[in-house]
T-cell receptor, first 111, second 115 residues
Framework: GEDVEQSLFLSVREGDSSVINCTYT??????LYWYKQEPGAGLQLLTYIFSNMDMKQDQRLTVLLNKKDKHLSLRIADTQTGDSAIYFCAERDTGRRALTFGSGTRLQVQP | GAVVSQHPSRVICKSGTSVKIECRSL??????MFWYRQFPKQSLMLMATSNEGSKATYEQGVEKDKFLINHASLTLSTLTVTSAHPEDSSFYICSAREQGRNEQYFGPGTRLTVT
């Protein structure tokens, strides 16, 4: 079955870049997603990437995909205190409509 | 992005009663909706997938007679927790996807507390 793993915690200083990493096991994954969850709230879709892409950039967010190593990363440039949240990576393969989520990475931004 | 709403945002009920949670897609037609459950400081666990007008597909270990899902229209799915028990207390989140699109949007979640 699918398995998605993330590190649990990341702490950065305001203004620095944050890099959140994710690994997945399903070789048939076609779409990989990043979501942000603030306390007590639902998930906000940040971005997603198709598996035939290596990189996708959207304003302060850069997603890098290494298909060979099944490694996905989310880079947040100029991290702000408002970026403090839990970030989930998720994958979807061609045979499923639902997403499989990682455990989430708690990002703490220190002023 | 598209908006998905949930109602109620919080509910407290007594053990043995039933609770209905609504999930609505506000500005798109959701041919597929998903219901997840999230325990504190944990990830999301998929409970079931529902398609408009057909029976929901439940994940292994999820009791379909306890968690009733109805997807009667392209903008509304409901989850009814029947005969709720304290162990059903959790954060329930729905998500919706429009046919042919890759984005999956999530509702704000419903915090259920069973006393």
């Amino acid at each position: 079955g699918e398995d998605v793993e993330q590190s649990l915690f990341l702490s950065v200083r305001e203004g620095d870049s944050s890099v959140i990493n994710c690994t997945y096991t399903d070789s048939s994954s076609t779409y990989l997603y990043w979501y942000k969850q603030e306390p007590g709230a639902g998930l906000q879709l940040l971005t997603y990437i198709f598996s035939n892409m290596d990189m996708k950039q959207d304003q302060r967010l850069t997603v890098l995909l290494n298909k060979k190593d099944k490694h996905l990363s989310l880079r947040i440039a100029d991290t702000q205190t408002g970026d403090s949240a839990i970030y989930f990576c998720a994958e979807r393969d061609t045979g499923r409509r639902a997403l499989t989520f990682g455990s989430g990475t708690r990002l703490q931004v220190q002023p | 992005g598209a908006v998905v709403s949930q109602h109620p945002s919080r509910v407290i009920c007594k053990s043995g009663t039933s609770v209905k949670i609504e999930c609505r897609s506000l500005d798109f037609q959701a041919t597929t909706m998903f219901w997840y459950r999230q325990f504190p400081k944990q990830s999301l666990m998929l409970m079931a997938t529902s398609n408009e007008g057909s029976k929901a597909t439940y994940e292994q270990g999820v009791e379909k007679d306890k968690f009733l899902i109805n997807h009667a229209s392209l903008t509304l799915s409901t989850l009814t927790v029947t005969s709720a028990h304290p162990e059903d207390s959790s954060f329930y989140i729905c998500s919706a996807r429009e046919q042919g699109r890759n984005e999956q949007y999530f509702g704000p979640g419903t915090r259920l507390t069973v006393t």
